[in-house]
């Protein structure tokens, strides 16, 4: 989606705010003991209440309100009998649609006491997030988002998986640009323009490089190789005055 007036920033801001406001009140609602499946009720009531549907279940059939993925799994896991415990590292990945416009966030939170290599990796991966937001902008490159990552990520010890980009966003949950690499690239020769609608998130890893589909079903993708990944992620607008993110709680 290209933003073109006010009233297109406006709504894009409202689904924004909702589906930011969603994944904080799931964050702070975790505990051990908790199902995920419990911890997606909880996503979609708050989602209902504000008059949003659930973009994966809406577009793709998804088994869920929202994506839970915990520990091995990468993405895309869904919500069940998965019991949460101390020291998890859970990410949550909540997209949605209001009146037409949708906004998509995602982020990965260690739940009570993690390890320091975990934490570290949570710290590092909102960093990467924000040095990929900060290279959108008018006539920016877009692999300009993937080759800062990827130097940060080289300088700290970290892989990529290379197989789950960014994307446009805004009318669909998925959109041109398709593909967006969050990883460095040399091909890649599109640029960014003025109003255009896309995510930002990096999967950071310690080792991962691509993500697969599990044997136990069509959605959940793990690591390979077997590594810890944090995801963390925003819908931003660009502008010729940088970046607006629109999934920011409020």
Known sequence: MTITQQDDLDRLQHIGRIVANTLHAMARAMEPGMTTRE???IGRAHLE????????????GFPGATCISVNEEVAHGIPGDRVLQTGD???????????GYFADTGSSFGLGPVSPATDRL????QRALQIGIAQVGHDKPLAGIGNAIGAFAARRGYTLIRNLA???VGRALHEDPEEIPTWPTRRDRRRIHDGLVLTVEPFLSRGGLW???????????YSTPAAAVVQYEHTVVATRSGPIIVTLPG
């Open 211 to 221: 993500a697969e589909q599990g044997p136990s079903d069509d959605w959940t993708l």
């Open 89 to 99: 590292l859970v990410n949550i990945d909540v997209s949605a649609s209001k009146d």
């Open 39 to 41: 911890l997606d009720q």
């Open 166 to 168: 960014s994307h446009g």
């Open 122 to 125: 949570c710290r590092d991966g």
């Open 49 to 60: 209440r504000d008059g949003a549907q659930s973009a994966p279940e809406l577009t793709y």
